[in-house]
Nanobody, 124 residues
Framework: QVQLVESGGGLVQAGGSLILSCAAS????????MGWFRQAPGKEREFVAA????????YYEDSVIGRFTISRDNAKNTVYLQMNSLKPEDTAVYYC?????????????????WGQGTQVTVSS
């Protein structure tokens, strides 16, 4: 069982930066693939980024490549999402998620554990 708690969301102007954190409980955190998803009002939840258990492999949704960076600190049971050059279209509730699969996946239904979400609002 893994419990996830996100933090770091807020209101930021376009072009600004935010760092989201996701603190995980559970002894097996280091064995899980971790992902970030987001959901804007009236839209489906979409994949943002994922990292392998070691952090050596990452994968990003096309629109965030070069702007967002996912990382993890297994000693702290925490995964991060550094978001730079934010745009109004990045406005959404951001969720972290964990999956015991061995491959990076963009599919939300392959993630077993989810946090409660943190709101990110980017003003123009």
């Amino acid at each position: 069982q893994v419990q996830l708690v996100e933090s770091g969301g807020g209101l930021v102007q376009a072009g600004g930066s935010l760092i989201l954190s996701c603190a995980a409980s559970g002894r097996r955190f280091s064995s899980y693939v971790m992902g970030w998803f987001r959901q804007a009002p009236g839209k489906e939840r979409e994949f943002v980024a994922a990292t392998s258990w070691s952090g050596d492999s990452t994968y990003y949704e096309d629109s965030v490549i070069g702007r967002f960076t996912i990382s993890r600190d297994n000693a702290k049971n925490t995964v991060y999402l550094q978001m730079n050059s934010l745009k109004p279209e990045d406005t959404a509730v951001y969720y972290c998620a964990a999956t015991p699969t061995t491959h990076l996946t963009t599919l939300y239904y392959e993630y077993d554990y989810w946090g409660q979400g943190t709101q990110v609002t980017v003003s123009s």
